[in-house]
Structure formats: structure tokens, C-alpha cells
């Protein structure tokens, strides 16, 4: 195979998933320079190593470079340990298990003002999630990933996505609450803008 059809088959194959490789390394780095250079990484490793692939679901196989190279090469070299240990208390979800409805802002300045509002607390909590419930959270409600393709992506049984996923949203709904300043229950009346299921 010449060269310029190994680049033309690469292209084709993994260039339309480059925004979703570029939010995952955003959600798992934190920042938009540090994401960049994930993503670059990622991209300079899939095109390395693409004689290895074989076909199927290049989304999965992009998003799981990507993952192993903020792991291997970023997490590494800024000495960070980001290890949880499980605390029965601050895991489990509010007895009322209820996600914040994020509404779609109408027209008048109050309404955008708290939307843009409601966005960016969400951000925030998302952030603040341990990196296992994060990223499981991101391919799920914002790649649209099914299980099946997280626990490929992960490299971690179906059973585990599950769990990190309903304990993730427990996560974010406490999150969310805390920085909201929200005590009473949250209703699900407007049509979300994010999808929490």
C-alpha cells in the first residue's frame, strides 16, 4: 500500500471522529491547550500504528488512543495521582436521585443569564467527578456511546460501565446541588438540553 493511500484510508477512517476525540481529552484534561495537544498525540499514535487496524468501529478505537495517551503520557508527566477510593457515603446517590433539569433559555435576559448560568455550574460539577466516572459519563450523554462501546473504549466489563455511569450521575446530581446552592428537590418539568438517563 503507497503511502498515500495508507494517509487517504487514515482520513477517512478517523478525521470524523476528531471533535468527539478532542471533547473527551477536553473533559479529561480540563483545559482546551492541554486537550489539543491529547488530541494531536492521539492522532500522531492512531496514524502510526493504522496498518493494526482492522476494520469496525473507528469512534471506539480513536476515543480508546486518546484515553490511553492522556493516561500514559500526560497524567504521567504531570505526576498527577487521580486514584478515588470508594466512600459509601459520598458515592451513593440523594435519596431523591432527581437530575437537574438544564431548560432551553427563552428570549427575555433573566432566562438566557440563568441558562448560561445552569451550563456552566454543570461544567463545573462535571469537572470536579473522579476521572473514571468522568469519562464514563462523557461517552455515555455527550459521545453517545452504548455500553458496549465505553467498556470497549475503557477496556473494563459492560457491568462496570453500568455501574460507574449510575454512580457518576449520582455524583454529578450531589455536584450540581452543592454548587447550585439547590436544597429543595429538583424537578424534571422542562425538556433537557443535556441527556441524563
Given at each position: 500500500m503507497t503511502d498515500a493511500n495508507r494517509a487517504a484510508r487514515f482520513q477517512a477512517a478517523a478525521l470524523p471522529y476528531m471533535d468527539?476525540?478532542?471533547n473527551l481529552a477536553r473533559w479529561l484534561t480540563g483545559n482546551d491547550h492541554e486537550a489539543q495537544d491529547v488530541t494531536q498525540e492521539a492522532f500522531l499514535r492512531a496514524f502510526k500504528f493504522f496498518d493494526g487496524f482492522r476494520g469496525g468501529?473507528?469512534?471506539t478505537w480513536i476515543l480508546t488512543i486518546v484515553r490511553n495517551t492522556f493516561y500514559t503520557e500526560y497524567r504521567k508527566a504531570r505526576g498527577r495521582d487521580e486514584s478515588t477510593e470508594f466512600d459509601e457515603e459520598y458515592h451513593s446517590p440523594d435519596d431523591d436521585g432527581i437530575i437537574p433539569a438544564m431548560t432551553r433559555p427563552e428570549a427575555d435576559p433573566v432566562s438566557i443569564l440563568s441558562g448560561r448560568e445552569s451550563v456552566r455550574l454543570l461544567d463545573q460539577a462535571i469537572q470536579e467527578l473522579p476521572d473514571e466516572f468522568r469519562e464514563a459519563l462523557v461517552l455515555r450523554e455527550i459521545e453517545d456511546l452504548s455500553y458496549k462501546e465505553i467498556a470497549a473504549t475503557l477496556d473494563v466489563p459492560?457491568?462496570?460501565?453500568m455501574s460507574r455511569i449510575a454512580r457518576g450521575r449520582g455524583l454529578l446530581l450531589k455536584a450540581y446541588?452543592?454548587?447550585?446552592g439547590e436544597s429543595h428537590e429538583l424537578r424534571r418539568?422542562?425538556?433537557p438540553n443535556c441527556r441524563l438517563r
Open positions: 468527539a476525540a478532542y468501529d473507528a469512534r459492560i457491568g462496570t460501565v446541588k452543592r454548587l447550585s418539568s422542562a425538556k
